[in-house]
């Protein structure tokens, strides 16, 4: 798909990484930013009428962690399709693994490079 | 008869000695053209050469100014790509500053400022295990007041030092930022009392407190070069958006103290 105009769901929550994520999804021309505090409030936005087209979603989160989220999404018919970016400070190989195999596209460890996120995300846009 | 023949005879004689000397002659012209043409050819030829050659020096000079350009471009285009990533990560930790200075100053409530301080360390530092000491300028005693990652170093919660002892001390006492990699004795082996970084909370030349770092997140090695200045100056931020916080939790305290006295006098008198 084409990388402008694109919807992006931001699910962190800590204000500051949702505001520096939104930052560098800025630089995606009339990128369009829903964000949520957890994994509940990502599924409550992903029913809702906007389009998504790539989920960003940190792991530790309260009420709903970014796996349990990972896994919802890829069990859901409409949504499967949708590119998962998960960013989190768990670094661990295992962690990484886990988190693709429940069906994330990329696994990125904080502190994030924006140059990196920009990158993996026109990779994964320009796959769908 | 026969003088008739011999007449003859000469005369065909002669007519034959007049062609051979002819002959002789044209032969001669000929020799002599072919000796002239030769001559000519050879000059000619010498001369094409000679262009040739020089035309083949112009061609090879040409050639080494173009090889000459050619490597000065490829070194221009290598430094175009070093600014392009140096300009990116600029880019980048000015993107980190912007939003931690802007999430830094947009509250006046103390704890919440200290939980944006806390977020900041962990996820545009990388540190898994930190603490952050405030000053009490009454004592002169650097207390913790929020820390992370206790499990990794025990007893982190309760930090307490005196102004001027030890590192955290005399990091508090004179302003200047710690860093272990500074410090050649003991290899570098991280205790409470000897950080991986301290980093002074400071208005001016004012410390008000300090970031203390014990580790960093398994993906994170070591410090950057950018590290550290963007380390200053988040702490600059850091501390003004403390200070002032706290000076508002205080003069709102005092505001409801002074309310509820007014309202105690009102009500009385």
Known sequence: MALDNANFLVVEDSPT??????????RFRNARILEAVDGVDALKKLSGPDRIDLILTDINMPVMDGLKLVSLVRQNAQLKNIPIIIITTEGAEEDRERGLALGANAYISKPIQSSHLIKTISELLAAV | MTEER???????FNKGKEFTEELLRENQRLRY?????ETEGTAG???EVQRLRSEVQQLTEENRRIAQRFKEVEEENKDFANRYIEVEEQNNNLANLYVASYQLHSTLDFREVIQIVQEIVI???GA????ILLLDEKTNELKAIASEGEDVMPGIESISTRLGDGILGSVAKTGESYYINQDLEDGGKVSLDKPLAAVPLKIKEHVIGLVVIYKLLQQKDSFSAVDYELFSLLAAHA???IFSS????QSERKLNTIQSFLDLLTTTS
């Open chain 1, 17 to 26: 990484m949702r505001q520096l994520i939104s930052f560098s999804l800025k």
């Open chain 2, 6 to 12: 011999a007449e003859k005879f000469l005369e065909l």
């Open chain 2, 33 to 37: 053209r072919l000796a002239s043409l």
């Open chain 2, 45 to 47: 030829f010498n001369e």
């Open chain 2, 123 to 125: 996820n545009l530092i």
């Open chain 2, 128 to 131: 898994e295990s930190f603490a």
């Open chain 2, 239 to 241: 501390a003004t958006a």
């Open chain 2, 246 to 249: 706290k000076l508002y939790s």
